[in-house]
Structures are given as structure tokens and as C-alpha cells.
């Protein structure tokens, strides 16, 4: 088969390779669609200590089931692979699950012609859905996961908050979307690249560039940050207001300072929220299948042949799009 290979930092090569063999438990999936994450770019950059060269990236997929249960399906998948009996799996968290591994970081990802899953993690798709929507799955399961977080912590139903989304890549974007669709009338979104405005705007939804104009102090209810920047992080403290929620999302650098003061005197809840459940991925194959996060027509599609320079287009700026999906 073909493959995308990590080999270095921002070296990416396509190579065939022996079809990986097939343990017992486990399918093998004809990836039809599948997305480049921010965390394949940070593991591209070579910062990703975890996604250790050769190996093929990624984690968001779709496919057809070749091989193993299922044969003949339309899947997505759950890249987490769970023990399913720890502590955290036994209580319905199996984001957090002690044992987990994961594809495209400690497994071979999907950057591929076909790649090789736990039966457990396959997900059936209703009929009808295309495999690049599908392949959005796991990246809105996160925003659904992170929504869901922030909204048991508010003090009065989500829709009649003021909520502000930092950044428009992927994340940011179907933050926005399902936060729309949850009903939240008053949303704004910040994001610095005037092509990704463009393309939210186009989606429907209110933006700002806030080196123009930064939110206003105490403005909202609940921020989700989305970037995960030192700067972001004092803008979203900076804009909620008192007993309101942030939650980060982003994992862009760890740099300080973050102002703890003002999270005591403002009574602020900090929350950060991993990946999804299980559950969280199912309810998320319904929700993009019914189309209520509208169009989707934002997502551009590549062959696996163009993925070394899609990875080179994102880091440069130089895609309107925000998500790039391969169709190996
Ligand atoms: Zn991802
Ligand atoms: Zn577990």
C-alpha cells in the first residue's frame, strides 16, 4: 500500500509499504477521506516527542471495512484505542483511559491507503453520508466534548450566554457551528488570518480580527480557546466576565504568564477538556449526518499524493481552507 510518511522534521514522503498484518480483534479499513489535524502539523514541526519518525500520521478517518468485521461498511473510527477496563473506562471516561493508545501516534496512522483498527473502535455510518463529513467526526467530537464541559458549569442555560470562540482553523470553526446550532445567538469569533474570517463568515458566523478590534473586557459568559497561546489565553481571560467559564482547547505553546489573579477575583472556572468518549463520537456521526452544522463546503480535498504539499500550504498560511481532508 501507499502511505504518507513522517520521516524528520517537516519532511514528508509518500512510500509504499507492506500492508501491516492483521491481529485477531482487529479490521482493516480502506481509508476513503481523512483530515490533517493541528496535532499532525505540531508532531510535522518535529515538536510532538510522542509521534517519533518514520511513521505515518493520522487520526481523522473514514473508510470501507476490507478486511476483519464489518467487511463492506462505511466506518469512521476512534483513533483512542481504550483498555476499556481501568478506572477511568469503568466510569464512561475512556478519553482519559490509563492504557490508551493512539493511531497515528503509537500506532500507524491513517495517512494511508488502508489502515489497520481494533474492531471495538469502528463506527458504522448511517447511509448516505459522504466519507469527507465523516471524516470530521473526531475533530467535532472534541468541540462536542468541550462544549458539553462548559456548559454544566454555567450558571444559566448555554443558548442565552455571550460566548466568544478564539481562532477559526477546524476547531474553532465547528466550535462555532455547533454552539449556533445549540441555539447561542450572541457568538463571536476572533481570528487573525483574514482568509480563515472569509471562510467563517461565509459559514455564517460573526467575526472580528482582534488585533483590529480585541473583545472588550468582561464581555462574555464563556470563552473557548481554541489556539492555546499565551496571548489568546490573557485575551480569554481578559474577556470573560466574573463567574464565567474558559475553556482551553488549543495547545499551540505553554508559555506563561496566566493571569491566576484575576481567575480568583473574577471567580472564573478554567476548564480543559481531552479528545471524547465513545458516546461523544456517536452523537457526533448523528449530528453531522443530519446536516445541522450546515454545508460543510469549507473542507478541501487532496489526494494522498498532494499531502506533503497540503502539510507545507497550512503551515504557511496559504489555504483559505480550515481543514484540509486526503482522499488516498
Ligand atoms: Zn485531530
Ligand atoms: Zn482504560
Not at 111 to 124: K, R, W
Not at 240 to 255: E, I
Request: glycine letters at 10%; one cysteine or more; aromatic letters at 4%.
Amino acid at each position: 500500500m501507499q502511505a504518507l510518511f513522517y520521516t524528520g522534521p517537516e519532511q514528508m514522503e509518500l512510500r509504499d509499504t507492506e500492508l501491516p498484518p492483521l491481529a485477531a480483534g482487529e479490521s482493516r479499513v480502506r481509508v476513503l477521506a481523512t483530515g490533517i489535524c493541528g496535532s499532525d502539523l505540531h508532531a510535522y514541526h518535529g515538536h510532538d516527542p510522542r509521534r517519533v519518525p518514520p511513521m505515518i500520521l493520522g487520526h481523522e478517518a473514514a473508510g470501507e471495512v476490507v478486511e476483519g468485521a464489518l467487511v463492506g461498511k462505511r466506518v469512521t473510527m476512534n483513533p483512542l484505542v481504550i483498555c476499556g477496563h481501568c478506572d477511568y473506562c469503568r466510569e464512561g471516561r475512556q478519553n482519559l483511559c490509563s492504557n490508551r493508545t493512539m493511531l497515528g501516534m503509537n500506532r500507524p496512522g491513517t495517512f494511508a491507503d488502508s489502515v489497520v483498527v481494533p474492531d471495538h473502535c469502528l463506527i458504522e455510518l448511517p447511509d448516505g453520508m459522504s466519507p469527507v463529513v465523516a471524516a470530521l467526526t473526531e475533530p467535532a467530537a472534541t468541540v462536542l466534548h468541550a462544549i458539553n464541559r462548559l456548559e454544566r458549569s454555567l450558571a444559566r442555560p448555554l443558548a442565552e450566554a455571550r460566548v466568544l470562540v478564539i481562532g477559526a482553523g477546524a476547531v474553532g470553526l465547528l466550535t462555532g457551528l455547533m454552539l449556533r446550532q445549540r441555539g447561542v445567538r450572541r457568538l463571536t469569533l476572533a481570528e487573525t488570518n483574514p482568509l480563515r474570517r472569509e471562510t467563517a463568515e461565509r459559514a455564517g458566523l460573526t467575526m472580528i480580527d482582534p488585533r483590529q478590534t480585541p473583545p472588550e473586557a468582561d464581555s462574555v459568559e464563556a470563552v473557548f480557546d481554541c489556539v492555546g497561546a499565551a496571548v489568546t489565553r490573557a485575551m480569554a481571560v481578559q474577556a470573560t466576565r466574573p463567574g464565567g467559564a474558559l475553556m482551553h482547547l488549543g495547545l499551540q505553546d505553554n508559555d506563561g504568564p496566566f493571569d491566576m489573579r484575576a481567575v480568583t477575583l473574577k471567580e472564573l472556572i478554567v476548564l480543559g477538556a481531552y479528545t471524547y468518549t465513545p458516546n461523544d463520537l456517536h452523537a457526533t456521526v448523528d449530528l453531522l449526518a443530519s446536516g445541522a452544522l450546515g454545508s460543510l463546503d469549507w473542507v478541501e480535498t487532496r489526494g494522498l499524493e498532494g499531502g506533503a504539499t497540503a502539510f507545507a500550504d497550512l503551515v504557511a498560511g496559504r489555504t483559505a481552507a480550515a481543514k484540509i481532508v486526503l482522499t488516498p
